[in-house]
Nanobody, 121 residues
Framework: QVQLVESGGGLVQAGGSLTLSCAAS????????MGWFRQAPGKEREFVAA????????TYADAVKGRFTIARINAKSAVNLQMNSLKSEDTAVYYC??????????????WGQGTQVTVSS
């Protein structure tokens, strides 16, 4: 059973930066990509970024393109999400996901518990 452990959330001022990390364990042979989704209060969960663990190809939501960077960590089943130039609208619970490569929740059978990111204006 794949387990995902996230870290790195917190409170930051607008314009600041945060790095989220996610590490997978158990059954990682079934993971082809890892990604991040987020859910703000009263809103549906939305795609943020994803990366293929084999090729390194990545994809981003338009809302974060140019500000966020997803990267693999040392060829392990782990990724970072570097978030720069944060805006108040980036405030959400961020979820790590693992599975197939895609931009929809249905591509990812494995999910982390979520980590809160709050951006103060």
């Amino acid at each position: 059973q794949v387990q995902l452990v996230e870290s790195g959330g917190g409170l930051v001022q607008a314009g600041g930066s945060l790095t989220l990390s996610c590490a997978a364990s158990g059954g990682t042979f079934s993971i082809y990509s890892m990604g991040w989704f987020r859910q703000a209060p009263g809103k549906e969960r939305e795609f943020v970024a994803a990366i293929s663990l084999s090729t390194g190809s990545s994809t981003y939501a338009d809302a974060v393109k140019g500000r966020f960077t997803i990267a693999r960590i040392n060829a392990k089943s782990a990724v970072n999400l570097q978030m720069n130039s944060l805006k108040s609208e980036d405030t959400a619970v961020y979820y790590c996901a693992a599975g197939l490569f895609g931009r929809t929740s249905s591509s990812y059978p494995y999910w982390g518990q979520g980590t809160q990111v709050t951006v103060s204006s």
